[in-house]
């Protein structure tokens, strides 16, 4: 596993408090799944004792996302029989995922991410290979509610072992219709294309963001640096206080020193452009050197480019 920001430090918590040997690599918060170490790893352990591989696919806390791609490889790679698990919460049905091509055996989402639903119902995705695994594993983690045989013999009659949430399968129906509707690659181009918008905004503003490097930065949430002297609590008590808009606090190790603009889900060019203008009022108001406008202007620039692309592609094909 690998700990790089709040969501990723809550799983290697869990797999410590079930009684996993856990093997975590610290990372500096701001970048992520580092395969260098990943491969080291893997690469000695001869014996196969590491059984699961952990990848926080997009780390909420810091607006990073990681190879999970990349992981795969280097198991295969190297010949290694282990498990992957992925945190999808804040990247499946937003940005790219390919659970069958990257060889994901356990992926879990919620349903108040990408999903746009209320939080309430999650998702697990399993393998081939986990499933097998998961009927042979030793009986101390043997599990009842999540037991993976009672569910999927009660699913294939059309029911659950245990009541459904039923009014959020109608959601989930809703949600999925209009994913499908706009088209997966279309959905994933329109969280790129917003998120950069955002990115292009908080540049303008003169702003950072807590992602470190261009490949480490997610699509569906940015973590921003506010300037030293700022407190990130204020802004977001400000903007939510005076502008009733809910921007995301610094967690844990970055409390304070971000605050984080989600672009996710049902969302569009001016949903984002309205969330830049509270963020520059917000810190203005904390006591930032801000230019009004700065970062809504540049982020314009970059919609108003990209709507003419689009403009001109549509014509071109016509
Ligand atoms: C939102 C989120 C979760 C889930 O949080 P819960 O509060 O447990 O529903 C887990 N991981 C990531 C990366 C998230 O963004």
Redesign the pocket.
Known sequence: MSRFGQ??H??VNMAERLGLEVHCCEVEWGAGVPLEEYERAIEADKAHEIKAVFV??????TGVTSDAAGVRKLLDAHGHPALIFL?G???IASIDFRQDEWGIDLA?A?S??GFMLP?GL?FLSVSTKALEIAKETNRSMEKCYFSFADMIATNDNGYFPYTPPTQFFYGLRAALDLLFEEGLDAVFARHHRLAEGVRRGVGGMGLKLQAVETKWESDT?SAIRVPDGVDGAAVCRIAFERYRTSFGAGLSKVAGKVFRIGHLGDLNEVMCLSALAAAEMSLADAGAKIDLGSGVAAAQAWYREQAAEAVAMKMAAE
């Not at 926080?56 to 806390?61: L, M, P, S, V």
Request: glycine share 4%; charged share 15%.
């Open positions: 969501f990723s809550l799983w926080t696919h997009n780390e909420t806390a945190d919460v804040s990247s879990v919620g108040q991410k939080a999650s949430v």
